[in-house]
């Protein structure tokens, strides 16, 4: 299945220089599938991260990996009980250096399987871009391959920050139009190229069949580089969208929000004939925005208590506001290392079975037209903040 459209340069690559012994650089694709024996819908994401690949480059470096510090001279003051044993330091906290493939499913019952490679063994080509490693590629209209984490491994590698399970794919996909703006800056870079993706395929994963149906998947997929992950980190996009208005489904329409940059987020959002980019790169006079992502009051229900991410954004052609709830038993906590190594991590609450509605107006005057006002469902959902990494 090929893209639609030519795929931009940016899709292939994103660290040079200095960046590729310190930063991040990810490629991220989020898809529904539907379980062949229940019938059920299921949000899955599949991740290719270098992280800081160049430091190591043919050994796998996790930060959270206990290593001895002890040389033998320590080891005979340790065991001779002398003063100087009392300062001696157990653990050396290293950078990490890695490849990782990451393949989760959100929910109740959602877990991540995690393997991690030196860049050593990852292949790139250009023309065509593809990335292989080990089983697994992915290139401009296909990813593929398999992910197997024994509960023997996991128990003994607390550091790989998995769950343990099986997942093989085998997907295509479309991108429908190529997004190029998001955000650019020297410290981050964020476009969300396939805003709108279709996929097809079938996916294994802990012990279920899926098939990924392109009549029903809203799929989505973004590209981020930097030297580190924005702080506070705050995302939500998406594809299922019902016109309150028309009470029809608005098959072309889709948006995602991406932050925090200098306390603003980035907007890239299509409605059906209408598109709109407010990126948080440009000049603060384009645009305004308030956002937050909080705890609404607790429910008599504990098991219907829920997160709430808003955003309002005012430009001078547009005003949006948009409102999104997910019920915090359905969230998943992710722990993501970060390229500053010393254990900082990105503690991670994410969901994909977001809903709510958005409001688009557009100025006209000293008047506001309302454009749409839509349902939305199926919403991926996330809000993370950098922490000191505790083992």
Request: aromatic residues 12%.
């Amino acid at each position: 299945m090929k893209s639609s459209t030519k795929i931009s340069n940016d899709y292939k690559f994103g660290m040079n220089g200095a960046k590729k012994k310190l930063g991040i650089n990810c490629w991220r694709f989020v898809f529904n599938a539907i379980n062949t024996v229940t019938g059920s819908e299921q949000m899955f994401y599949i991740e290719f991260e270098m992280l800081n690949p160049w430091n190591s480059q043919e050994e796998v470096l996790l930060g959270f990996k206990p290593r001895v510090k002890i040389s033998a001279e320590d080891l005979q003051y340790a065991l001779a009980g002398t003063d100087s044993a009392k300062s001696l330091s157990t653990e050396d906290i290293i950078q990490p250096s890695y490849c990782a493939i990451r393949v989760g499913a959100f929910g109740t019952d959602g877990k991540q399987l995690c393997g991690y490679y030196p860049v050593k063994a990852v292949k790139f080509n250009n023309k065509p871009f593809e990335i292989i490693v080990d089983n697994k590629y992915f290139n401009e209209n296909k990813i593929g391959g398999f992910l197997n984490v024994s509960e023997e491994d996991r128990a003994a590698h607390p550091e790989y920050l998995c769950d343990s399970g099986y997942a093989k794919w085998e997907l295509s996909y479309t991108i429908k139009k190529d997004y190029k703006t998001g955000f650019k800056s020297d410290l981050f870079r964020w476009f969300p190229f396939g805003l709108q993706t279709v996929f097809s395929g079938t996916i294994h994963f802990d012990g279920n069949d899926y098939a990924v149906d392109p009549r029903r998947c809203r799929g989505y997929t973004d590209r981020f580089w930097g030297k580190s992950m924005p702080e506070p980190y705050f995302h939500v996009s998406a594809g299922t969208c019902t016109s309150v208005i028309s009470g029809k489904t608005l098959l072309d329409s889709s948006f995602a929000i991406t932050g925090i940059f200098d306390d603003r987020v980035s907007f890239i959002g299509k409605f059906e004939d209408i598109d709109i980019e407010l990126c948080a790169d440009g000049s603060k006079r384009q645009f305004s925005v308030v956002w937050d992502c909080s705890q609404m009051p607790e429910a008599e229900n504990p098991e219907e208590n829920l997160l709430h991410w808003s955003v309002s954004l005012n430009s001078k052609l547009w005003v949006i506001d948009i409102d999104i709830f997910c019920k915090i038993r359905e969230l998943n906590n992710r722990t993501l290392e970060l390229a500053e190594g010393q254990r900082k991590v990105l503690n991670l609450l994410e969901g994909g079975t977001g809903t709510g509605e958005i409001k688009l107006y557009r100025h006209i005057g000293n008047t506001l037209e309302q454009i749409e006002h839509a349902t939305l469902a199926k919403v991926l959902c996330e809000f993370g903040h950098v922490e000191e990494g505790e083992f």
